[in-house]
């Protein structure tokens, strides 16, 4: 017995006419011609979720499967892109231009993206994520279809300063100290929005806001010049991997506006797949890991530093 390993159903053989017999899956479009005699079993490696807040997964993704598609080597993106998910029904016009992050105006071409409700790929301080304006109900149903994404699966925004922050998430029970201290960084905090992020179609399902004020220059210019909330989550297709390089998530650029390059992130370490930690401080005195990323020591020791204490 075989098992599909995008989706981890049992796979059938089927019987095709002067074309010999292939392997198929019911549920999705995986399918793998047989040539030779298989004499092994590829079986998905499943990661245990934790369901806070709808569990780590609902705030960036984490992959199902390191299985990758036996033709290209890609994972499980490879087969969902190119055939049934919502982001294969999306017209693709051109592929996206990839602009080098150390060309000249990059910055203010990447606003401009943002501008006219594109999405686009940027590097952050962990990983490469998937950008558009917060705001904008168009862009906002884009990058989800982009993604195959469930839209009741929250994503965080990126803003530049600490009063950005204040601007967006309800705050006013955390200091200034404590939040200039974990910020700008690899954290991502999540607090109940407030009545100025006003898109019905950004987090629908619940009342809160993960938000980033990254350290990585790129970013952090074009949020500037760009002076409104910027959405953004990994660049790659939902469950997949999160990507260090551009390279990773190629089969993407038909749906984007551009891609930023800025070269390999994170040092290349796979550990640093995790993205950013992200922790809810919605509540008054305590705090939540929702998810252990890069520097999750230290954000926990300046939490409890400031008199927080975890909770959940």
Not at 35 to 56: C, H
Not at 185 to 196: A, D, I, N, Q, S
Request: hydrophobic share 35%; glycine share 6%; with cysteine.
């Amino acid at each position: 017995m075989l098992f599909c390993p995008t989706c981890a159903n049992i796979l059938i053989v089927e019987e095709r006419p002067e074309r010999g017999l292939r392997y198929a899956c019911n549920t999705c479009p995986y399918v793998y011609d047989i040539k030779k005699k298989v004499s092994y079993r590829t079986f998905p490696k499943l990661k245990e979720l934790d369901y806070i807040m709808g569990g780590a997964a609902a705030w960036e993704n984490v992959d199902s499967t390191d299985a990758v598609c036996p033709k290209c080597g890609h994972g499980r993106a490879c087969f969902m892109v190119r055939h049934k998910t919502a982001s294969a029904k999306m017209k693709i016009d051109k592929m996206a231009e990839v602009i080098k992050c150390s060309e000249e105006k990059a910055y203010s071409k990447a606003a401009q993206f943002l501008e006219d409700g594109q999405v686009i790929a940027v590097p952050t301080d962990t990983i490469y994520g998937l950008a558009c304006s917060a705001n904008c109900p168009q862009a906002i149903k884009k990058l989800y279809a982009i993604k195959g994404r469930d839209s009741a699966k929250p994503v965080a925004i990126c803003v530049t300063y600490v009063e950005d922050l204040r601007k967006w998430g309800k705050s006013e029970h955390l200091s200034d100290d404590l939040l200039h201290t974990l910020l700008p960084g690899p954290v991502t905090v999540v607090l109940e929005k407030t009545r100025h992020l006003n898109n019905p179609f950004l987090n629908p399902k619940t009342s809160k806001i993960g938000i980033r004020i990254p350290q990585y220059l790129f970013i952090n210019k074009v949020t500037k010049i760009f002076d409104k909330p910027i959405a953004l989550t990994s660049a790659n297709f939902s469950n997949e991997p999160s990507t260090l390089s551009v390279k990773e998530f190629e089969h993407l650029y038909g749906h984007l506006g551009a891609v930023f390059d800025g070269g390999v992130l994170s040092e290349g370490l796979e550990q640093n797949r995790t993205g950013s930690t992200v922790v809810d401080l919605s509540n008054v005195g305590s705090y939540t890991i929702i998810r252990k990323g890069i520097s999750y020591d230290k954000i926990v020791t300046i939490l409890e530093d400031h008199g927080l204490h975890s909770i959940g």
